[in-house]
């Protein structure tokens, strides 16, 4: 599963960590796989819901009666806006 960045999930390098069972090493795997999956569903939840505010702030500007190239100027520059993407995995630098 990948997010729109581009990021997979990786898998758990077990020759880091000798002696591991094969059931220690695929309960790793399996929780790495889930935190992996909770952290693309929650960049893009963030993502749907950031346009999704923007719209709504565009909305109370214009019932507020500002001018609509403010409404667009700021809508522009909320959009420009990126949030600090999520890339790699647990252990890893950003």
Same mark, same amino acid.
């Given at each position: 599963?990948?997010? %729109?960045?581009?990021?997979?999930?990786?898998?758990?390098?077990? &020759?880091?960590?000798? *002696?591991? +069972?094969? $059931?220690?090493?695929?309960? &790793?795997?399996?929780?790495?796989?889930?935190?992996?999956?909770?952290? &693309?569903? =929650?960049? @893009?939840?963030? $993502?749907? @819901? +950031?346009?999704? #505010?923007? $719209? %709504?702030?565009?909305?109370?500007?214009? =019932? #507020?009666?500002?001018? $609509?190239?403010?409404?667009?100027? =700021?809508?522009?520059? #909320?959009?420009? &806006? %990126?949030?600090?993407?999520?890339?790699?995995? #647990? *252990?890893?630098?950003?």
């Amino acid at each position: 599963m990948q997010n %729109k960045s581009g990021v997979s999930p990786r898998n758990f390098n077990s &020759i880091s960590v000798p *002696g591991l +069972s094969d $059931e220690a090493r695929q309960a &790793i795997n399996e929780a790495f796989d889930a935190m992996s999956a909770w952290r &693309i569903e =929650t960049a @893009n939840n963030n $993502e749907r @819901n +950031s346009e999704q #505010l923007i $719209e %709504k702030l565009a909305a109370a500007a214009r =019932t #507020l009666g500002w001018p $609509e190239q403010i409404v667009d100027a =700021t809508r522009a520059q #909320l959009q420009s &806006i %990126k949030p600090y993407p999520c890339q790699g995995s #647990l *252990g890893e630098p950003r």
